[in-house]
């Protein structure tokens, strides 16, 4: 019995040992996680974080861009159809110009070619709205190619990770052991997350900078047909 009451206390410190252990091991921080992957992975994660940095300042800079290109003011309209209304056309040029919004340049096309047939008009200002919808929709596109590019880099850690486990199996001997393979798997498993992230955001980022777009757009249709119906109407 005494010997029984010695041993307990001796399997409760081991317990509380191999506690201890384990959650040692399932602290672990993302840069060692990065790191444990090996010279390939961290290759690859070094490319999807230049990407997320590239989508990211793509995606502020062209957000600012839209929004300033969507504020239009209110009156801008009223203006322009009375200085068009007592033939000051001079005046309507330069409130367009003052304004300088994708709304009032497409305003201020219509405006120069004001005397010729309508459907000249309309002419211009479609041709210069396809002008301005390509400015507000620039680098966009490059959103659109890290979103599906960045998984596709993902996979491919995943790929080159499980090369270097096999790899390592096969030279390790008959002996399987999971410190062998940890390197291959870290390199999988991080890259293959990394690029799910990365074109994660860059999948919102774009759909969202296409759905701000669409608003601007549709605020130049809506006051040029508005321009327009105003020169339609019969004096």
Request: glycine residues 10%.
């Given at each position: 019995m005494l010997n029984l009451f010695l041993t307990l206390p001796n399997a409760?410190?081991?317990?509380?040992?191999?506690?201890?252990?384990?959650?040692?091991e399932k602290t672990l921080s993302?840069?060692?996680?990065?790191?444990?992957?090996?010279?390939?992975?961290?290759?690859?994660?070094a490319i999807l974080f230049l990407l997320l940095i590239f989508a990211v300042y793509i995606?502020?800079?062209?957000?600012?861009?839209?929004k300033a290109a969507s504020k239009v003011d209110s009156n801008f309209m009223n203006q322009i159809k009375d200085h068009v209304s007592n033939g000051k056309?001079?005046?309507?040029?330069?409130?367009?110009?003052?304004?300088?919004?994708?709304?009032?340049?497409?305003?201020?096309?219509?405006?120069?070619?004001?005397?010729?047939?309508?459907?000249?008009?309309?002419?211009?200002i479609e041709n210069a709205g396809r002008l301005e919808i390509y400015g507000l929709e620039k680098n966009v596109s490059i959103l659109a190619t890290i979103s599906g590019a960045?998984?596709?880099?993902?996979?491919?850690?995943?790929?080159?990770?499980?090369?270097?486990?096999?790899?390592?199996?096969?030279?390790a001997g008959g002996s399987i052991q999971m410190d062998v393979l940890a390197g291959g798997l870290y390199t999988a498993m991080t890259t293959t997350v990394g690029g799910l992230i990365v074109g994660i955001v860059a999948y919102i980022a774009y759909n969202h900078l296409v759905v701000r777009t669409?608003?601007?757009?549709?605020?130049?249709?809506?006051?040029?047909?508005?321009?327009?119906?105003?020169?339609?109407?019969?004096?």
């Open positions: 409760q410190e081991g317990a509380e040992a191999i506690a201890e252990g384990e959650s040692v993302i840069i060692e996680l990065i790191t444990s992957g090996g010279a390939a992975g961290q290759v690859i994660i995606y502020f800079e062209r957000l600012f861009a839209i056309i001079d005046s309507a040029q330069v409130l367009c110009a003052q304004v300088n919004t994708p709304v009032s340049r497409l305003i201020g096309k219509g405006i120069t070619r004001i005397g010729k047939p309508l459907a000249d008009i309309n002419t211009t960045a998984p596709m880099i993902g996979f491919l850690g995943t790929v080159v990770g499980m090369i270097l486990a096999i790899f390592e199996l096969a030279n669409d608003k601007v757009v549709y605020q130049m249709e809506a006051n040029s047909l508005e321009f327009l119906d105003h020169l339609n109407e019969p004096t």
